[in-house]
């Protein structure tokens, strides 16, 4: 087939109404035996989770979420979001289940004879899993505003459709008339599960931080590096309250996570699904959305190559927008998932595949930046940090930071091809 499109086609008018988007207003409530027969199979739980996805945030629910969870002492797990539907530093919240590995997450799944799923399909991930993903005995309950997402992948006992924000409401007030043996069980949850979070938190310290009697002087960003918490630890001192992160730091999400927690929708953004290469474009985006908030792009080293030429954008316009590379010089992620694919299978850990390399010859991000009109430095020992900070935060155009960072990197393998 052969379609010839007039030249002038883009030139030509067009007399169609351009109309606002329109978002529709959910109304009504839950009939009381609806909301009691939940609560019943909530009440009878002794390890409920919640799973919440973006579908709270966008009904404004993120309050109410907070109460449920604190109610009935639910660790929360956020299900393919991109959006914050619960403040990250709150003790009953577990961060992502992720969007690969169903295997890793089926200890979360799993582990639970009650799970509750709001404004979130079940489940992102990519789970291999062709058999219940969920306890043989768990009830599996959804909460949502969009039928489409219900019992749409994975088995669903009882599920709510309507206005989420007042559906959880509903939920709270009916919780709230539990008997005192359930609330001292509920309590019983809060106090275990909040013990859990904060053994999770001295994790990623211990991860994450620097290396205890490691001296300033050695990490030479050749063979000693420094991991990203202090990095994050410090940003978090010196950016101003309302500013804005873009996280699509993959390996070093979590010390971002951690140090710089977000607490508000529109705080903090993640790319839904896993797209490599939004980091530095979604910066830019939020950033000409709103100019009076600080907007902090991360985005790994490799991640950041997809779409690196949005640094001369955001010269070009002037986007004030601020960018962190984490040169970990590898697909450090895509390294842990075949360690994972290797433990999962009884395969002995080997030299990983050549292309997850990202190390020799070594990427200047500081140059790129600079090539294309962005003021830009490297930061690679932590005494460096502090200054670094202050002249990005301080810039009124873009800037960008090169932050040379600790990875599991092979240059030896060069040479030898992809995929061996
Ligand atoms: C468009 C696209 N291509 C490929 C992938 C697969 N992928 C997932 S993680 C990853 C590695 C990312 O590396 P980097 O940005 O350096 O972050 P790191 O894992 O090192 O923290 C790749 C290639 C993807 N998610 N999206
Ligand atoms: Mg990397």
Known sequence: MYLCVPQDILDAEISEQILPTHIPKLAGKASDEDIQSMVSLIEQSSNPIILAGDGVAWSNANASLVHLAEMIGA????????????PEDHPLYFGSTGHMFGEASLPITTNSDCVIAIGCYLLPEVFPHLSDI???HAKILHVDSNPFN???NHRVDLSLVGEINGLICQLVSSLDQASEGTKARFKANNIHNRKLKEEKVSNIEA???LKPGVPDEDYDGKSVFMASG???RELSLQMPHNAVIFDEALTNSPPISHYIPAKDLGDKYWTRGGSLGTGFPGAIGIKLADQSREV?????DGGSMYTIQTLWTAARHNIAAKFVVCQNRSYRLLQANIRQFWDERGISHHDYP????LSNPEISFEDIAKSMGVKAERVWKPSQIKSAIARMLSATEPYLINLVLDGDVHPELIGIHCGQ
């Not at 902090?296 to 790994?300: A, E, L, M, R, V």
């Open 230 to 232: 202090e990095f994050c």
């Open 354 to 357: 050549l292309c997850f390399d």
């Open 150 to 152: 219900i019992a749409k």
């Open 75 to 86: 660790r929360v797990y956020m299900a393919d979001g991109g959006d914050i539907n619960m």
């Open 296 to 300: 902090i792009g991360f985005s790994g």
């Open 207 to 209: 991860i994450y931080g």
């Open 134 to 136: 969920f306890s043989p």
